[in-house]
């Protein structure tokens, strides 16, 4: 596990973009070699996106050749709404960029037969040669995507009833109306995004909303405590390739130890890509590294 | 239209880097358009998971919908009320060279003149979609004979009527045919206004208050029998009261029927309304401001004389007078001229005063769901602006009808 430690929410979005693209522009994407990225929504990947447009925008990344799986969406939700999963990418990302429409997969809500949607997902992303960068975030009872307390640990994307905790957390998306939260999601399992070849957790917040503080012990419990299906993010100890990304706030409830421990081990830059990138590549671009 | 059976092969069109008039606001976002009619892409991404087939980049300019001119008498030479053997081709003149002002449909308008010209006249300007030919035409605008004689302004005296003795038959009997008009201006002091009026808006033809002597609760009545617009607002009506605000009391009348309210047409051109007095209107009631040129033939000609109905005007820079007088006879300010100018005035924001040329004519005519917003749905007729105002180039039905000029080429 690699633990990076930005001091506030902006670094923190766009060291993760960083990442994200260079590992795009390094893998070399073609026609007959598409690079796999699974994504998350939030408020916490909204900086990240906005960074990967910018870069996109500049010329320096295309995702023509890129094929997306989103985690999760809800289950009732008519596609256009505005809080549907779907409006979300289309707003935040998609609409911004050159992706194929064919290459960007999100689970259906209102599909007829959801388990087989849910199953038809998984062929999806085996067809398309497993996911080579999952993206996402952690929630404060240490989920991911919604595979919620209790959770299998080699879950497959599947229906799931949501927690009353993540419906009240919703409820302000939904005019603060509890009855018009939806109460089910489909979402990929803890499973599928541990077969994923790497994974990249962000654990940071924009301040004005809540401060990273409020997924500090999620993130303790992640890493710090052993694998437990309560909080099921502490699965990726046993994942071979997996990041971290923090603002300050997020390592709170970490041992001192901890933090100095990666601090130390910091980043430097070596550039993954060649001159032509070398613009977006800065000092705390990471080096191959494993474990 | 097919019967709905999979998606369209038109070609989608992408204008990208813009800024959108929509919801009020001035959005950054990219107007997507096929056959003829805004697109929603998100849409297009999920349902039929295509990009655009072509992309037009439009220069950080502004994207309004096209202006629409509910009140224009003519132009260029042309005058509306003139009756000729071949209206239809100065109806056509005016409706292309219009274009260059951002207007993309509107309503040419007939003054007080005799049976025997409406007779002639209406025939001849059918409704008519806009393209490359021109702008749109929505309807005929009939400005008469039923007024006050009083405030018939530059209007010929002898022509001048009432419908006293018949009521609506004496409107048919006047006009001939009411097919092709979609808005009619009345005085509604008039003796048996209350059934004509209820007539004319049974038959989907907006009534407007206008040429009048009428006082408050006369014009109250009115928007109750169905009145929905007034006409050039201060100009040829009892100038307001504190006891009895006439006409212009409408704008804050608490007798507007429930869910409805007035709109009222403004000559922005800074001659016809002192800019206090606009400010004023706009203050009281910004929904339902509507800014029209009330254009006169002298319209995009130079100084001097010109015909307009039965009357000779003079032009004088850009005021037009009945000759030999200091009556008004109507604007020669183009749209977008009016549209800066009424910014400017007011001190309101872009999106207001762009709106005040579009969405809210569109309303008053209940075109919305289709002219004056773009929408999904809507048709793509709008205009490209910089950010002081000044058109770059129209667009109908997603087609560029209009450019401007680019110094160098």
Same mark, same amino acid.
Not at chain 2, 188 to 191: A, Y
Not at chain 2, 268 to 274: C, L, M, P, V
């Given at each position: 596990m690699r633990l990076v430690i930005l001091d506030n929410y902006d670094l923190a979005s766009e060291w993760a973009a960083k990442y994200i693209c260079n590992r795009i522009i390094q893998f070399k994407p073609g026609q007959d070699r598409y690079f796999t990225l699974g994504l998350p929504t939030g408020s916490t990947p909204l900086g990240c996106y906005k960074k990967l447009i910018e870069y996109h925008k500049n010329g320096d990344l295309s995702f023509k050749y890129v094929k997306t799986f989103n985690m999760d969406e809800y289950v009732g939700l008519p596609r256009n709404h505005p809080e549907s999963y779907h409006s979300y990418m289309w707003n935040n990302f998609f609409k911004h960029i050159d992706i194929d429409p064919n290459n960007a997969h999100i689970l259906d809500g209102n599909a007829a037969d959801l388990q087989a949607e849910c199953d038809a997902f998984e062929k999806k992303i085996k067809e398309a040669g497993g996911i080579d960068l999952f993206v996402g975030g952690i929630g404060p009872d240490g989920h991911i995507a919604f595979n919620e307390p209790g959770s299998s640990l080699v879950s497959r994307t599947r229906l799931k009833t949501l927690a009353m905790d993540t419906i009240l957390a919703s409820a302000k998306y939904f005019d603060g109306d509890l009855s018009k939260v939806p109460t089910m999601a489909l979402t990929v399992g803890v499973g599928t995004v541990m077969d994923a070849r790497e994974v990249m957790l962000m654990v940071f917040q924009v301040m004005i909303l809540i401060t990273g503080a409020h997924k500090a012990f999620a993130l303790y419990k992640a890493i710090e405590e052993g694998v437990n299906h309560m909080w099921t993010v502490s699965a990726f100890q046993q994942h071979p390739r997996t990041i971290f990304v923090c603002d300050e706030d997020a390592t709170l409830e970490l041992r001192v130890k901890t933090v100095k421990y990666f601090k130390v081990h910091h980043p430097r830059c070596s550039p993954l890509t060649s001159i032509t990138h070398v613009k977006i590549v800065e000092k705390n671009v990471p080096d191959e590294q494993t474990g | 239209m097919r019967g709905g059976e999979g998606p369209s092969r038109a070609p989608v069109l992408q204008f990208t880097n813009c800024r959108l008039l929509r919801g009020g606001r001035l959005l950054r976002e990219d107007l997507w358009v096929r056959e003829g009619r805004i697109l929603d892409p998100e849409k297009l991404f999920f349902d039929e998971r295509r990009l655009a087939d072509r992309q037009q980049d439009c220069g950080g300019c502004i994207l309004a919908p096209g202006f629409i001119d509910v009140? +224009? *008498? %003519? %132009?260029f030479g042309v005058d509306f009320s003139l009756a000729t053997e071949d209206v239809g081709s100065g109806v056509a003149l005016v409706a292309r060279k219009i274009l260059s002002h951002g207007v993309t449909a509107f309503c040419p308008t007939l003054v007080t003149s005799p049976p025997e010209v409406y007779h002639k006249v209406l025939p001849q300007i059918p409704v008519k979609r806009g393209g490359p030919h021109g702008a749109g035409v929505l309807g005929v605008h009939l400005e008469g004979p039923f007024i006050s004689r009083q405030k018939r302004g530059a209007h010929p005296e002898a022509y001048v009527r009432s419908f006293e003795a018949n009521a609506f038959h004496d409107v048919l009997a006047t006009y001939g045919s009411l097919d092709n008009v979609c808005i009619l201006t009345l005085a509604?002091?008039?003796?048996r206004s209350h059934e004509v009026i209820q007539e004319l808006t049974a038959r989907g033809i907006r009534v407007s208050l206008g040429h009048s002597v009428a006082d408050l609760r006369t014009a109250e009545n009115a928007m109750q029998s169905g009145a929905t617009f007034i006409t050039h607002l201060f100009n040829a009506m009892l100038p307001f009261h504190h006891r009895d605000p006439g006409i212009v009391g409408l704008l804050t009348s608490d007798q507007v029927p429930p869910g409805r309210h007035i709109f009222y047409g403004m000559i922005?051109? %800074? +001659?016809?309304? *002192?800019p206090a007095a606009l400010r004023i209107a706009h203050r009281a009631h910004p929904q339902g401001l509507v800014l029209v040129t009330d254009a006169v033939p002298a319209l995009g000609l130079g100084n001097g004389r010109h015909t307009l109905g039965q009357q000779v005007v003079e032009v004088d820079g850009l005021s037009a007078y009945v000759a030999g007088t200091k009556t008004l006879c109507g604007s020669i300010a183009p749209m977008d001229t009016c549209v800066r100018h009424f910014l400017q005035t007011t001190g309101c924001s872009v999106e207001s005063a762009l709106e005040s040329a579009s969405l809210h004519p569109a309303q008053l005519l209940g075109l919305e769901k289709h002219k004056g917003s773009l929408d999904f749905g809507a048709d793509a007729d709008f205009v490209v602006l910089d950010d002081a105002l000044h058109v770059q180039a129209t667009y109908i039905s997603g087609e560029r009808v209009w450019q401007a000029e680019v110094a160098g080429q």
């Open positions: - | 009140q +224009i *008498n %003519g %132009g509604p002091e008039l003796d922005a051109d %800074g +001659i016809h309304t *002192n």
